[in-house]
C-alpha cells in the first residue's frame, strides 16, 4: 500500500528564509502526490498536486514542490517564508487518481519574524 | 458558497451516547470521505462512498456507521461513545477516476467526556 514520509514534525523559519518541508513516498505503482495546507482550526486546503506531468509543480501562495522519482521524494519549498505561511503541512499520496490518499503524519511550521 | 458543510461544529457529549455528525457537498462530487485526525494531527481515512456505496472501510470499530442517503450526503454515527473518539473528524468530496483533489470540509471537533 502507498504510503508517506514527512521528515520533521516541527521546522521553524525566520520571515524571509527559504522553506524546505521534505516528504517520501512508497508506491508500487506511479503515484499521484499533494500538498496540503491546514490552518489553525481549519479544514485542509489544497496547494499544489503531482499527477505525472511536469515535475515542478507549482502551487498557490508561492509554493511549489519537485517530484524527484530516483529520490521517491516530493519536497515542498517557497523562496521566502512570510508569517502568513505558519501552519501545518501535509504530504499525501495516491496510487489510482485521488480516491484512496494517504496522509503523512504532518509537518508544523512555524514563521519567526 | 460552502463546497464541503458539516454539522455541527463542535460536540461536546459523554462516554456511551450516541451522536451523528452530518456531511453535505454541492460540488457533484460522486465520491464522499470521513477522515479521523487525533490529538497529534495524524490524518486516517476511515471511510469512502462512491455513488452510495462503500468503496473503503478502513480498520474502524463497529461502532461506526457511516449513511448516504444521497451523492450529497455523508453522515456518519457513533455508538457508544467511548474517550478514545475524541478527535476532529472532516468530511472531504471529489470527483472519481479522476486527478482532481479532494475537497475537505471545515471540520467537526468531537469531545468525549
Known amino acids: 500500500a502507498q504510503s508517506v514520509t514527512q521528515l520533521g514534525s516541527h521546522v521553524s523559519v525566520s520571515e524571509g528564509a527559504l522553506v524546505l518541508l521534505r516528504c517520501n513516498y512508497s508506491s508500487s505503482v506511479p503515484p499521484y502526490l499533494f500538498w496540503y495546507v491546514q490552518y489553525p482550526n481549519q479544514g485542509l486546503q489544497l496547494l499544489l498536486k503531482y499527477t505525472s506531468a511536469a515535475t515542478l509543480v507549482k502551487g498557490i501562495n508561492g509554493f511549489e514542490a519537485e517530484f524527484k522519482k530516483s529520490e521517491t521524494s516530493f519536497h515542498l519549498t517557497k523562496p521566502s517564508a512570510h508569517m502568513s505561511d505558519a501552519a501545518e503541512y501535509f504530504c499525501a499520496v495516491s496510487e489510482y487518481n485521488n480516491n484512496d490518499m494517504r496522509f503523512g503524519a504532518g509537518t508544523r511550521l512555524t514563521v519567526k519574524p | 458558497d460552502t463546497a464541503v458543510s458539516q454539522t455541527p461544529k463542535y460536540l461536546v457529549t459523554q462516554m456511551g451516547n450516541d451522536k451523528s455528525i452530518k456531511c453535505e457537498q454541492n460540488?457533484?462530487?460522486?465520491?464522499m470521505y470521513w477522515y479521523k485526525q487525533d490529538s497529534k494531527k495524524f490524518l486516517k481515512i476511515m471511510f469512502s462512498y462512491n455513488n452510495k456505496e462503500l468503496i473503503i472501510n478502513e480498520t474502524v470499530p463497529n461502532r461506526f456507521s457511516p449513511k448516504s442517503p444521497d451523492k450529497a450526503h455523508l453522515n456518519l454515527h457513533i455508538n457508544s461513545l467511548e474517550l478514545g473518539d475524541s478527535a476532529v473528524y472532516f468530511c472531504?468530496?471529489?470527483?472519481?477516476?479522476?486527478?482532481?483533489?479532494?475537497?475537505f470540509g471545515p471540520g467537526t471537533r468531537l469531545t468525549v467526556l
Open positions: 460540488l457533484g462530487h460522486d465520491t
Open positions: 472531504a468530496s471529489s470527483q472519481y477516476g479522476t486527478t482532481d483533489t479532494q475537497y
